[in-house]
């Protein structure tokens, strides 16, 4: 037998090592070794932003305000908006595709003077709606003593022209009435009664003008045939 040498068996041991640490290290590389993270993306996928659904504004025009009035409004219940000049008005809410509006007064701007919505309600389709007309009027009273029947007779007034039209009779209880005149505030009428020598008072229902609560005011006049209340309301003057 032979007699391998020391040093040429532990050299040939030294490079089988060297050999297998550089396969190692080869294979570690191809399989992505050396710290790589395999579970991160390479990039984040874009966000996607939501389309707005469209909304619409509900408005229209105001008519038949005078210097100082107001008269509110509501869509659907709530959105009070109050509009003090004639014109247009835009609710400050606007509303999707196939929802309901609904229009209304909410608040007249005296009780003289009454407003009405024309196209107030409907459905919203795919356009801004601008047709509500609010018409606003202001209704005046003529008010004549009939001495011959012991009635008083209430007329309206056209603003415009003056005509009276719709003259009917009103309040009840008269003796021959010659005077008659309002307090400033139009809450209460007061008729001279020429043959009771009385003066008679009765309410005034702002939004009709219709006279009702007749009775006597006050006594002791001779033929009364004119009665006339002071600007402030807290006088009265009758003519005997």
């Not at 400050?92 to 608040?107: C, G, H, I, P």
């Not at 939004?207 to 005011?217: E, H, K, Q, R």
């Amino acid at each position: 037998m032979h007699r391998i040498k020391t040093e040429r068996f532990n050299g040939a041991l030294r490079a089988l090592a060297i050999g297998v640490t550089l396969g190692l290290s080869l294979a570690l590389s191809a399989c992505g070794g050396g710290g790589s993270d395999l579970s991160s993306p390479s990039s984040a996928p874009a966000a996607v932003t939501p389309t707005p659904t469209p909304t619409f504004t509900i408005g229209g025009t105001v008519s038949g305000l005078t210097t100082g009035q107001t008269v509110a409004l509501q869509n659907n219940g709530g959105g009070t908006l109050t509009v003090s000049a004639n014109g247009a008005f835009t609710f400050t809410s606007s509303q999707q595709s196939n929802t309901a509006y609904s229009v209304t007064v909410s608040a007249e701007p005296t009780a003289q003077t009454t407003c009405t919505v024309s196209n107030g309600s409907g459905t919203v389709a795919t356009a801004n709606v601008g047709n509500v007309a609010v018409s606003c009027v202001t209704h005046y009273f003529a008010y004549v003593t009939n001495v011959g029947n012991n009635t008083v007779s209430q007329c309206s007034v056209d603003a415009t022209t003056g005509a009276l039209s719709g003259c009917v009779t009103t309040g009840s209880g008269f003796s021959t009435p010659y005077g008659m005149a309002l307090r400033a505030n139009g809450g209460y009428a007061y008729v001279a009664n020429f043959s009771a020598n009385t003066v008679s008072q009765c309410s005034v229902d702002a939004t009709t003008g219709v006279l009702s609560g007749c009775a006597t005011a006050a006594t002791g006049f001779s033929s009364p045939v004119g009665v006339t209340v002071s600007a402030n309301g807290s006088y009265a003057y009758v003519s005997n």
